[in-house]
């Protein structure tokens, strides 16, 4: 509970919300709002603000899908049945494809090889 006398900082993480969102906000004078701070995949409050898209236990569990599927890719890769992502180019742009990309985890080797900057604009996959 944010009481008087509390540091805006302490106040912010009593209720939640990350230090850099408050620095942010004080120093730029915009507050974001509250629907920025949701798990795109249950719509709890996040746990770290802007830096993640998901709340602390969706994020586990997409930590622990998006490590096995990309453990099916490594193995894909050394088997020979997908090429190695370095030899190829961004499906979206055409530059230097630097990962795969998966848009489904449940099909963990149907992936597409994309640049950092295309990977990101893609926004996070289903899980």
Not at 32 to 55: I, M, N
Not at 74 to 96: E, H, M, Q, Y
Not at 108 to 117: G, K, M
Request: net charge positive; glycine share 8%; aromatic share 8%.
């Amino acid at each position: 509970m944010v009481s008087e006398g509390m540091t805006i900082y302490r106040a912010a993480r009593t209720v939640g919300i990350a230090y850099s969102t408050v620095h942010r906000a004080l120093k730029t004078g915009k507050v974001s709002e509250p629907e920025d701070f949701l798990c795109v995949k249950c719509g709890a409050v996040t746990w770290r603000g802007h830096s993640s898209k998901y709340c602390q236990q969706c994020d586990l569990i997409v930590e622990k899908i998006n490590l096995w599927a990309m453990g099916r890719v490594a193995n894909a890769v050394k088997a020979g049945k997908l090429p190695p992502v370095r030899t190829l180019t961004c499906v979206d742009c055409g530059a230097p494809a630097v990962g795969y990309d998966h848009r489904d985890y449940s099909k963990p080797l149907d992936v597409q090889p994309v640049c950092r900057r295309c990977n990101w604009k893609r926004g996070p996959a289903n899980f």
